[in-house]
């Protein structure tokens, strides 16, 4: 053999070696931590597939033993395709159970794509993958940090994924990944969850509810967001809407997004158009602050719930015109190191300044995550803001027709 083809054989080696390593290790680490069977038979495959050339090669040299041959190379090549298969047959269609009030709508020109990777992972494996990797990227992000949030997000994604009408949802994560790499996530995508009520008659129109918009913060739009507000919103009798956009970025085209999801929650739904809140988590708040400048009279108040704020918005002349004497409700973690209460309470107090109601609470002992690991006082500082807008939206409905 000459120097030249050992050196490219060598090459080739090496750099198999190293792609197969960077593959090997996150599957590794899915196939050890996956919550699912799904999960892990995912793995197993990619594992497989890694792991093929290097089996070929091992089988096809078995020149002595044929049997030891044909058959290693029948099992290496068809065990990832009959897992493919099991996968892409156990993957959830997307659509709601019969009568569920949690649905997955798309109301733009998207579609669900049951036979994505993300879909043959189920969600709660890529969150939790995701987060335990996170050290490896994020340099917020310590090995102590990722085992607490991953303590605190697995339970709600276990009792989600033990609901089958959350289950059958599936997941539009495939979406957010795509805004990474350029490719079409804007796709008109919500996730809903409407409480009974009453329905229209011939002698009484359909009721009106309360409507909670919510905005996701980075890595897409997860159903764990929709779970915990039902919780809220099935005490409170509130529609919950939850746009994805992507990634998370709330750029271009994101106050379009939001007042697409506006819109079918008033026309579509029976949502109140004098009642419809605002909330926006973590890089939320930047869709927040652009959907609450351009738009103030479609909002009868806002939620920021530790988030980024978008401020040559939310300081603009636009902005404090229109909320000047209105309500916004400000939550952050004390503890939290991406979004720092100091930050959120500069930019709060220099909204106070210019005229705005705000009311503002922080965590002791809580972090970015809080939505996650503080929600029973998440839920009632928000019931107690709501009831608060209520009883000042009565009054001075009784003094203005004590006035008539």
């Known amino acids: 053999m000459s120097t030249t083809r050992r050196a490219l054989i060598g090459l080739f080696v090496a750099g198999y070696g190293v792609a197969g390593t960077i593959v090997a290790f996150p599957m590794l680490t899915l196939l050890w931590h996956a919550e699912t069977l799904s999960g892990r038979m995912f793995a197993v495959m990619i594992l497989c597939g890694v792991a093929l050339p290097v089996a070929l090669l091992i089988f096809l040299r078995a020149r002595s033993r044929p049997r030891l041959r044909y058959g290693g190379i029948f099992i290496t090549g068809a065990l990832p395709l009959l897992i493919l298969i099991a996968l892409t047959v156990t993957a959830p269609n997307g659509q709601a159970l019969p009568d569920s009030n949690v649905q997955s709508i798309f109301i733009g020109d998207g579609s669900y794509a049951r036979f994505s990777v993300f879909n043959l992972v189920p969600e709660i494996d890529q969150i939790k993958l995701g987060v335990i990797l996170s050290p490896y990227f994020d340099s917020l992000m310590s090995r102590e940090k990722a085992n607490r949030v991953v303590n605190a997000v697995m339970p ?183 979004v720092p209460q100091d930050y959120l309470k500069a930019e709060m107090n220099a909204l106070t300044e210019a005229g705005v109601k705000v009311t503002m609470r922080f965590y002791e002992g809580e972090d970015h995550f809080f939505i996650f690991t503080a929600r029973e006082r998440m839920y009632e500082d928000i019931g107690n803001w709501l009831s608060s807008l209520a009883a000042l939206s009565a009054s001075v409905t009784a003094k203005a027709a004590f006035r008539r």
């Open 156 to 338: 709600v994604y276990r009792d989600l994924e033990a609901q089958p009408e959350y289950h059958a949802l599936g997941s539009v994560m495939n979406y957010a990944y795509a805004d990474l790499y350029g490719g079409h996530f804007d796709v008109g995508h919500v996730y809903q969850f409407v409480p009974a009520h009453r329905q229209a008659t011939s002698v009484s129109p359909e009721e009106k509810l309360p409507v909670l918009l919510f905005l996701h913060g980075a890595a897409g739009g997860k159903k764990a967001y929709l779970w915990i507000l039902q919780k809220f919103a099935e005490k409170h009798r509130c529609i919950v809407v939850c746009p994805s956009f992507g990634f998370g970025r709330w750029r271009s085209g994101a106050v379009e997004a939001i007042e697409r999801a506006r819109g079918y929650a008033l026309h579509s739904l029976p949502g109140d158009p004098e009642r419809v809140y605002l909330i926006g988590l973590s890089n939320g708040g930047l869709g927040v602050s652009r959907a609450a400048a351009a738009h103030p009279d479609h909002y009868a108040g806002l939620i920021l719930l530790c988030s980024v704020l978008d401020k040559t918005k939310i300081h603009s002349d636009e902005f404090t015109a229109g909320w000047r004497g209105r309500s916004i409700l400000c939550i952050g973690g004390a503890d939290d190191n991406r």
